[in-house]
């Protein structure tokens, strides 16, 4: 701060102090901004997350065109999960599934990763907690202690884990991995701490077919919750009672 | 009454020394396939994210069921007071702990980050059926080694009321031990071939098989090494009864398991496959499992109506229960994650991911030296507690003085 002293009275520059005032309000209230976009309260990535936001994921399928994988990339290169030319051991935190009705001959690419449930089986079976759910709905593995039994794997009906099984290179820092441990979406949580984008919804909004809305389901004026309230959306394998935070429409 | 003596293991053929060498080669090559895996990881296995649970489970699992099974003959005595099965109480209690170590080996040693053992023995979720087993692993250890102490300790073997006491103890955490290991599979609601109770009693019923095919094994070899009959032909007898009712009985359980899947609407694909289509899963279920595994050992007992063919169709029919054992956890572990997830039901799925396609699965060589050295690590141990403690049943009897 600037100023300058006359015997007792410290006599401040008004303009620097405007100045400076204002940077600090745009400071405090730029992530909120960016974070009132996508519909959620926000926080600064050092504070805890918070059971008031309940992230979520609504995907329109007819908006998400055949052949396109802009999600799937943008994660890979966010999160560093390179493809080594081995499929069946290769990690894969979001596809796309291609369904087809046998009998109408109807076709949807569906792109799946974590569903983020609330009630996670992978969380429930995980022996030592390294399979968790924030406050704020998000599933992780903590790799510090995941000893790799793949349990989680077992459980989780949506095959969205997968298992680090050779060496890594070139990782991410802010997305850290380990042979010999389980991985999974993060919804970039990194990204959403510093009030940005999961990269799949971001690229698919940039570049594809904007199929994806991500928000909080806790704020009933967010996009999300508007549209979750609005249109017919189903989960995948709902009777399964997990509660994905992930929803599809038109599926 | 006859007064019963224990020996340690001191006398024995040089053949032994063979058995002990062939073990510990098996069982160096295992810890070096798991220092393989753990240095190059897992890409060196035939394991891959569709089949996360390959043949060192296979073998951990039937070693697990084994070990509480293995303990039965000391139950059979102690709870269920059969004085005939009393000799046979010790040398059951230290397979049973030796084959549960040997399980328990295969599996840590099997895991991404097995240096992380004592995160997983530090930090628990308690919803988790697998801390719940890491307990009741341990517990089973302390518990049957308590239970050995109170028949074998002079001062505490005098206590009928700590003898009964351990030996319901032991008995009931057997059971809940084998109801858990049943249940980390009949939890996994995802899994159409899982995702049922009655894997809990059919896995209690396959522990007492195999935990039995064990115990005669290691009583055959140790008669032959030591020179000395350990099981009369009364045993023999009994063991053949026993092991012709737990094979029926899996077999029960077994058919009322895919009898129940094939009945729920939406289970008959998993069925079919497993059952029909399923190639190598197929194959070892009706040719490993019920053929070799069941009906043939069953035929082999039935016949033995004489003492001498006893003698001889008893450890074939063992070998070929365990034969039977593997293929039979084959298939409810690999063949059971071979066939794909439904997530999109009565949808035509495809991906990059192998979403509606039968997994693969080709075991590679670490993994079955390390599955078999957990055999070897129980063995060993057996062996080497049989030297260094009296285990091992005198079965000349004499009259007591106190009679």
């Not at chain 1, 918070?50 to 992230?55: D, G, L, P, Q, T």
């Not at chain 1, 802009?70 to 999160?79: I, Y």
């Not at chain 1, 698919?204 to 928000?215: E, P, Y």
């Not at chain 2, 009322?256 to 939406?266: A, D, N, R, S």
Request: aromatic share 10%.
């Amino acid at each position: 701060m600037s100023a300058e002293s006359y015997g007792s009275h410290p006599v401040v520059d008004r303009r620097v102090l405007l100045r400076g005032a204002g940077g600090f309000l745009v400071t405090l209230l730029a992530p909120g901004v960016t974070l009132y976009a996508f519909g959620a309260a926000g926080h600064a990535s050092e504070a805890p997350a918070s059971s008031k936001v309940r992230w979520a994921l609504l995907i329109d399928l007819s908006k998400c065109p055949a052949g396109c994988d802009l999600c799937v990339t943008a994660c890979r290169d966010e999160n560093g999960w390179q493809q080594n030319g081995r499929p069946e051991t290769d990690p894969q935190w979001i596809r796309k599934v291609k369904l087809r009705d046998g009998r109408t001959g109807e076709y949807r690419e569906v792109p799946v990763m974590c569903q983020h449930c609330d009630k996670p089986a992978c969380v429930d079976v995980c022996p030592t907690g390294a399979s968790f759910k924030r406050a704020d709905g998000i599933v992780l593995v903590d790799k510090h202690i995941c000893i790799g039994c793949r349990f989680c794997m077992m459980a989780c009906p949506y095959k969205a884990r997968s298992f680090v099984h050779q060496p890594l290179t070139d990782q991410k820092p802010w997305a850290p991995r380990g042979k010999g441990t389980v991985e999974a979406c993060t919804f970039c949580v990194h990204r959403l701490d510093s009030a940005r984008l999961p990269a799949c919804v971001e690229a698919c909004a940039v570049k594809g077919g904007g199929a994806m809305t991500f928000g909080d389901l806790n704020d009933p004026t967010s996009e999300v919750s508007k549209a979750v309230a609005k249109y017919a959306t189903s989960q995948v394998r709902a009777d399964l009672g997990l509660e994905p935070a992930v929803r599809y429409r038109n599926l | 009454m006859t007064k019963l003596k224990f020996h340690r293991l001191e006398q024995h053929r040089p053949t032994l020394w063979v058995l002990v060498g062939l073990h510990v080669v098996v069982l160096a090559l295992g810890f070096g396939a798991a220092l393989y895996m753990e240095e190059h990881g897992h890409i060196v296995s035939g394991m891959n994210n569709q089949i996360v649970w390959g043949l060192p489970h296979v073998f951990a699992v039937l070693l697990i069921l084994a070990a509480s099974g293995a303990l039965n003959l000391a139950s059979i005595s102690s709870v269920f007071n059969r004085l005939a099965y009393k000799p046979y109480a010790r040398l059951s209690g230290i397979v049973a702990i030796a084959l549960l170590v040997g399980g328990l080996a295969v599996l840590v040693l099997d895991l991404g980050r097995p240096e992380r053992l004592v995160v997983a023995m530090t930090t628990y979720n308690f919803k988790s059926i697998f801390a719940w087993n890491i307990y009741l692993y341990s517990g089973f250890v302390l518990v049957v080694g308590a239970y050995l102490f109170s028949m074998m300790d002079r001062r505490a073997s005098q206590s009928v009321v700590l003898g009964n006491t351990m030996a319901w103890v032991a008995f009931s955490w057997r059971l809940i031990l084998t109801t858990g290991t049943g249940l980390i599979f009949g939890f996994l609601a995802a899994r159409e071939a899982y995702d049922a109770a009655i894997m809990a009693p059919l896995f209690i019923a396959a522990s007492f098989l195999y935990g039995l095919a064990f115990m005669v094994l290691v009583l055959v070899v140790m008669s032959r090494e030591t020179g000395n009959e350990l099981a009369t032909e009364e045993i023999a007898g009994k063991f053949r009864g026993l092991l012709s009712i737990f094979a029926l009985s899996v077999l029960y359980f077994t058919i009322v398991h895919h009898l129940t899947k094939f009945y729920t609407g939406g289970h008959q694909g998993v069925e079919l496959f497993l059952l029909r289509d399923g190639g190598v899963y197929t194959l070892a279920f009706w040719g490993g499992q019920i053929v070799c595994g069941t009906l043939l050992p069953l035929g082999l007992l039935a016949r033995a109506r004489d003492s001498a063919t006893v003698r001889w169709s008893l450890p074939l029919a063992s070998v070929l229960f365990l034969i039977g054992g593997v293929a039979q956890i084959y298939v409810i572990i690999i063949g059971g994650q071979a066939y794909p997830l439904k997530l999109f039901p009565g949808m035509e799925v495809s991906s990059s991911f192998f979403d509606g396609v039968i997994a693969s699965y080709q075991p590679s060589l670490p993994e079955l030296v390390l599955g078999l050295s957990g055999i070897s690590l129980a063995m060993l141990l057996t062996t080497l507690a049989l030297r260094l403690m009296p285990f091992l049943p005198e079965m000349r009897t004499k009259r007591s003085d106190a009679a």
